[in-house]
């Protein structure tokens, strides 16, 4: 949550910042478990609300990761573009969950997690760079098949230009993905 002092400094050179926060879910129960001692989605829908007060415009939310069958139902999926567009976010970046193969034994047993990492079935290339050492190397992570991704990225790339936003995906996440949509990162 960013207090109202670092608005107010942000404020004084609005035309100069953009603001991003994440936000999956707007289900409380969900983020408690998945996210614990996080903000809650109301604290940080604010956020946006706060933004457009000190009038900063340039406002993204991330929907990341998307848990599959948990998080990414039409009904629910829209329910947040419509809150976020209602609080003046101009830009949506999302990202289906990965996983590596070292954790996945580990979160298995994790409420929310355990049903996500069922869907995770597909070996898929991402970028991956250790700290400290320059340019990017690629490792397979397990996430949902490629066609589901593109399925749900390409809908909602539509939902979002429907409701006036951006929408764009990370591409270091999956070099496999193309589609309509922005992959950058």
Sequence with gaps: IVPRR???????????VR???GITSLDEK?????????????????NFGL???FGVRKVSARLDPILPDVDDSPDQVIALLDR???CGVQAI???YLFVTPSAQEHLRHKPYIA????????LCPVEASPVGIRGAMTQAVYSVPLERKQRLYEWLHKACTARGLTFGTCGCKDLRLTGPFSTSC
């Design 84 to 86: 976020l567009t209602d």
């Design 93 to 95: 970046s999302a990202s």
């Design 51 to 53: 933004a457009r007060e």
């Design 30 to 46: 969900r983020n408690d478990v998945v996210e614990p001692g996080c903000p809650s989605g109301k604290a940080r829908l604010a």
């Design 19 to 21: 603001v991003i926060i």
């Design 6 to 16: 670092i608005w107010r400094r942000l404020a004084q050179h609005a035309e100069l």
């Design 115 to 122: 049903e996500a990492i069922a869907q995770c079935t597909e």
